[in-house]
């Protein structure tokens, strides 16, 4: 190996890196990266269609893998616009500003009147005609949505686990380094609701899991009656664990670190369950209530049509009975009616 590189080297060679291999060479580079990001933030709503269109030179499967492996996007469909202005947002608001201080230098109090007041709001360039129009790139930076309902059936676990092998009157020989002092070991009745309570914790907790699941889709897809079981459930497990908080707390001895920190967990993860609800809630309300208006609508359009059609009709019939009645009006001799002729 050292006389193959003492003769390399004097042929001439200045390093000891690897030389690039035989082989198609990589299309993705960081300016076409870096070009990709600026279109995407540009407009959310492109598609691999229209950055195709802007990079005719690059393959789509090229563009995708942008978009999705480097630039960690996907594609995200709602109806809702967020409250929180983004610097881009900012950006165009601070330009519209000084475009109107122009036009009213320009044009003074007639370029006042041609504005309209009213309540702060927000108004879309683009308006969608249906829900697949309104999907924008977005990172991937979603908490997940199921950590609760697991962390829950581990612990039911291990309150069962506790509560079985340091029941009254047993010999336990600390497992897996356990003190069981903190168990309760009190009255028998106490301790059967204290299993209980662990098994429908478990049992809830499994529940929660797979409603969870089922949001995850609805809420990807934006079907608001598949938000219900999600929030029935978040209502029953919420109520639950708070009862049985309560409950150990009361029982327990609070003495022990482990019922104190199992006190404060749970009471944060009590706040927490409250502020989705309301969350998915108010989403839920929204999209109901957008669905109805779109269900109006269009039972308005479908009203419209049918009376633009029937009117139509009504029309062309009105011109026929004109025309059939002024042909009846005349003699066969195309002389005007006697006076006592009427046309009904």
């Not at 789509?60 to 978009?67: A, F, H, N, Q, W």
């Not at 707390?249 to 749970?266: E, F, K, T």
């Not at 927490?272 to 609800?277: E, K, M």
């Not at 998915?280 to 308005?300: C, F, G, H, P, W």
């Amino acid at each position: 190996m050292v006389r193959k590189w003492v003769r390399v080297f004097k042929d001439g060679r200045t390093n000891i890196h690897d030389e690039e291999r035989r082989g198609r060479p990589s299309v993705i580079t960081d300016d076409l990266i870096q070009k990709v990001d600026s279109k995407v933030k540009e407009n959310r709503r492109l598609t691999i269609s229209s950055l195709s269109e802007e990079f005719p030179v690059v393959p789509r499967s090229v563009l995708y893998e942008i978009v999705s492996d480097r630039l960690n996007c996907r594609k995200l469909c709602s109806r809702w616009v967020p409250k929180m202005s983004t610097e881009e947002h900012k950006t165009k608001r601070l330009g519209s500003a000084l475009s109107f201080l122009e036009r009213y230098s320009n044009k003074g109090y007639d370029f006042l009147s041609q504005i309209v007041t009213g309540d702060e709001t927000w108004v879309a360039y683009v308006t969608p005609e249906w829900k697949q129009q309104s999907m924008e790139c977005g990172g991937i930076h979603h908490p997940p949505k199921k950590v609760q309902s697991i962390f829950t059936q581990i612990l039911a676990v291990f309150d069962l686990y506790v509560l079985i092998e340091a029941s009254p009157g047993s010999t336990h020989y600390r497992y897996f380094g356990i003190n069981f002092l903190f168990v309760y070991s009190g009255n028998k009745h106490i301790r059967n609701l204290l299993i209980l309570c662990s098994v429908v914790s478990f049992f809830l907790a499994i529940y929660m899991l797979v409603v969870s699941v089922i949001l995850m889709r609805a809420l990807r897809k934006e079907v608001e009656q598949k938000f219900k079981p999600w929030l029935i459930a978040a209502v029953i497990f919420t109520t639950w664990s708070f009862c049985s908080i309560f409950f150990r707390s009361i029982v327990n001895d609070l003495y022990y670190g482990y019922h104190q920190a199992m006190l404060i967990i749970w009471t944060l993860l009590l706040f927490s369950n409250v502020f989705f609800i309301l969350v998915v809630l108010s989403n839920y309300q929204e999209l109901a209530d957008i669905t109805r208006l779109e269900d109006m609508a269009r039972l308005k359009t479908g009203t419209m049509s049918s009376l633009n059609t029937t009117s139509h009709s009504l029309s062309h019939y009105s011109v026929n009975m004109l025309g059939g009645a002024q042909s009846r009006a005349s003699t066969p001799h195309g002389n005007p009616p006697p006076s006592n002729f009427a046309v009904v």
